[in-house]
């Protein structure tokens, strides 16, 4: 399953490095130049970890983790080319999971990277996911609307987690299949949008005209953020 990534940094040259050596170990990178939009990222598309630099051209990266963090436990590794520990004090206080000087070798920020992705994949059992009505819970692999159980296989189900953990991304039919591999799947991408059919059938009010999962033309699918 791909992990996605927020890189805020604005230094164009490191940012595309960093995102194209990330990108050839198997990371899918987006970048943001300043703090502000880094959050709005972040709040919009929920991304699996965030490489945060501590100098930005309009907010620091403290005044970015602290926001991030007062209501998201995604995991943020600083970067910075200040050599005041304090800044890496008070980065850890504040809730950054790791620290890295710069300049740094691209081997280190990846295995850092790794290292704090899998101790926040192995905190329990993974967040039950909350939409206005809908509730995922992958602990138990069972979705629910207004409490009542939603009838659907393992496939349908995992299929609609990974749509809800990229809630307002739009993944293309082959990035769902990619990310269902190991499962019974038929050989054509058009499967995908029998069990997303099947799935509207569960969460939406109107199948037909549906609120959640919602067709890009040409593109695939995107899972909405609806709070109702």
Do not use: W
Request: hydrophobic share 40%; glycine share 8%; proline share 4%.
């Amino acid at each position: 399953m791909t992990d996605y990534v927020l890189l805020v940094e604005d230094d164009n040259r490191l940012a595309g490095m960093v995102a194209d050596y990330l990108g050839d170990n198997g990371f899918d990178v987006t970048i943001a130049p300043t703090g502000v939009e880094g959050i709005d990222l972040q709040t919009a598309n929920g991304f699996d970890a965030i490489i945060l630099d501590l100098m930005l051209p309009d907010i620091d990266g403290l005044e970015v983790c602290r926001t991030i963090k007062a209501h998201d436990a995604v995991p943020i590794i600083m970067l910075t080319a200040k050599g005041d520990p304090m800044d890496r004090i008070i980065g850890l206080e504040i809730g950054a999971d790791d620290y890295l000087p710069k300049p740094f070798e691209p081997r280190e920020l990846l295995a850092r990277l790794r290292a704090i992705m899998r101790r926040g994949k192995g905190n329990g059992t993974a967040e039950t996911l909350r939409f206005g009505r809908l509730e995922i819970d992958p602990g138990s692999m069972a979705a629910s609307m207004d409490g009542k159980s939603c009838e659907m296989t393992t496939h349908q189900f995992n299929l609609l987690h990974i749509l809800a953990r990229s809630a307002g991304r739009v993944l293309t039919r082959d990035m769902l299949m990619d990310q269902l591999k190991g499962e019974d799947l038929e050989a054509f991408d058009r499967s995908i949008d029998v069990h997303i059919s099947r799935i509207r059938s569960e969460i939406e009010d109107d199948p037909k005209h549906p609120k959640r999962i919602i067709t890009v033309r040409g593109a695939g699918y995107v899972f909405a953020r609806v709070q109702d």
